[in-house]
């Protein structure tokens, strides 16, 4: 079901005396962007010189149905709310309100600095004006996506939300209903029933009854994620994100049954999806896969799971003790990690690379899709080694503003002057001598 990797040992063995290189122990998935590009690029120019009518033949073309309108008629949202389950309606209340809180606290007030009289900088956290929200609707309606970009969103001061989600066949070309719901429960009046790369590229030039943004977030497919690519710099991306990742780091005292459960559980997302284990328990490793044998096949979505399990981005990963496998976990910088083992919060603490952790047997990464509070919009592919997941921070903007007098420039002028000078910049220094000389 699942392949082994066995490094133990793996980092003394060398002859060369070389460290041993640890991303490259645990291979990913085939996510090669680049082969996309070419078809993306089509896409897009085909929005840019297009317009209204290139989006709605690629809904027609890639999603099966033409949209009549790709704006989401007013109250649809509503209607849909008024029709939802009310046991998902509380979930999705609950997981708004602790996202919210958590969001809140990552507010960051003006930081004022005043250097001399006179002579003060301050930091400003400024919001986005406005912001194109993905939220993906193929293999399955990501609901928690619409909570997870929109809520730190709104936090953050953002003014305008539009947000787009792949038309439905079977909901007559509009979009799923229950992420029109979600929208209603958050206030968001802008839907756009348009999915994929023409998605990010309706946002990024501005197309039909869609305003141009200035900033594109949200998980994708390969199509998307490469539109992305494209077009940053035309718009702010929030990242790159490939098919999701889980890693475990588990010692003699995890339940095999919750391991098992929590790989299934990102398995089921995508057939690209990495389940990685690392352990230095062969029995735990035992255990972990006659589990997995008996769940998978008790599971929905069998042939999507064991196609992910089966794959090269997913392993058991053997190693000598802890300590190792805390370096091979921080090489894989996977995009939800979890630690169940003795003093868990010990280990997780001393993790550097990883979009989220999770610490202990009740907090399985399910619960931070859901409703931990955290956001599940996070660096896939090994980025979480120098990439943030989905906050307030990323819905703003740091400026500077310098405020000085004439007494204070008056202070630092010859500072001034002289490196402009040594840059061979003299018109910088001219600049300041101009309001001593007269």
């Not at 209340?93 to 809180?101: F, N």
């Not at 999701?244 to 049954?257: P, Q, S, V, W």
């Given at each position: 079901m699942i392949r082994r990797i066995d490094l133990r040992s793996a980092a003394t063995g060398r002859a060369s005396g070389e460290p041993f290189d640890y991303r490259t122990a645990v291979p990913r998935a085939d996510f090669d962007v680049e082969a996309a590009v070419p078809a993306v690029h089509a896409i897009c120019e085909g929005v840019r010189t297009g317009g209204l009518e290139a989006v709605l033949d690629y809904c027609e073309r890639f999603d099966g149905v033409r949209p009549d309108d790709i704006r989401v008629p007013a109250g649809a949202a509503q209607a849909a709310l008024d029709d939802l389950d009310p046991a998902i309606r509380a979930g999705l209340?609950?997981?708004?309100?602790?996202?919210?809180?958590t969001c809140e606290a990552e507010l960051e007030t003006d930081a004022v600095t005043d250097l001399g009289p006179g002579a003060r900088v301050t930091h400003r956290k400024v919001p986005m004006n406005r912001v194109g929200l993905y939220v993906p609707g193929g293999i399955a309606p990501l609901v928690s996506s619409?909570?997870?970009?929109?809520?730190?969103?709104?936090?953050?001061?953002?003014?305008?939300?539009?947000?787009?989600?792949?038309?439905q066949k079977e909901f007559g070309g509009s979009v799923h209903p229950t992420i029109l719901a979600a929208c209603a429960l958050l206030g968001v009046d802008e839907v756009y029933t348009v999915g994929g790369a023409q998605a990010i590229a309706m946002f990024a030039y501005g197309t039909g009854p869609c305003a141009r943004v200035d900033f594109v977030t949200g998980p994708g497919n390969i199509y998307t994620v490469t539109a992305k690519r494209l077009l940053k710099g035309l718009v702010g991306i929030d990242s790159e994100a490939g098919p999701?990742?889980?890693?475990?780091?588990?010692?003699?005292?995890?339940?095999?049954?919750y391991v098992a459960a929590d790989l299934v559980s990102q398995a089921e997302h995508d057939p690209l999806?990495?389940?990685?284990?690392?352990?230095?328990?062969?029995?735990?490793?035992?255990?972990?896969?006659?589990?997995?044998?008996?769940?998978?096949?008790?599971?929905?979505?069998?042939?999507?799971?064991?196609?992910?399990?089966?794959?090269?981005?997913?392993?058991?990963?053997?190693?000598?003790?802890?300590?190792?496998?805390?370096?091979?976990?921080?090489?894989?910088?996977?995009?939800?990690?979890?630690?169940?083992?003795?003093?868990?919060?010990?280990?997780?603490?001393?993790v550097t690379n990883a979009g989220a952790i999770f610490v202990g047997p009740h907090a399985p990464v399910s619960l931070g899709d859901y409703c931990a509070g955290s956001n599940h919009v996070l660096p896939t592919g090994g980025c979480a080694c120098h990439s943030s997941g989905l906050s307030v921070r990323a819905f703003t903007r740091s400026v500077h503003v310098v405020d000085y007098s004439r007494d204070?420039?008056?202070?630092?002028?010859?500072?001034?002057?002289?490196?402009?000078?040594?840059?061979?910049?003299?018109?910088?220094?001219?600049?300041?001598?101009?309001?001593?000389?007269?």
């Open positions: 209340e609950e997981s708004i309100r602790r996202l919210r809180l619409v909570l997870m970009n929109v809520v730190p969103a709104q936090v953050a001061g953002v003014r305008s939300i539009a947000l787009a989600s792949p038309p999701t990742e889980i890693g475990i780091l588990a010692d003699d005292t995890a339940d095999a049954a999806a990495s389940a990685v284990l690392v352990t230095p328990s062969e029995r735990l490793a035992d255990e972990v896969e006659l589990e997995l044998d008996k769940q998978v096949f008790a599971t929905r979505h069998v042939e999507r799971v064991r196609t992910a399990l089966t794959g090269v981005q997913s392993a058991v990963v053997l190693v000598d003790d802890l300590e190792q496998g805390l370096a091979v976990v921080d090489a894989h910088a996977a995009e939800h990690l979890e630690i169940q083992t003795e003093d868990a919060a010990g280990w997780a603490a001393r204070a420039l008056a202070e630092v002028a010859d500072h001034v002057v002289t490196l402009a000078e040594a840059e061979d910049l003299p018109g910088h220094g001219a600049a300041v001598r101009v309001r001593f000389d007269r």
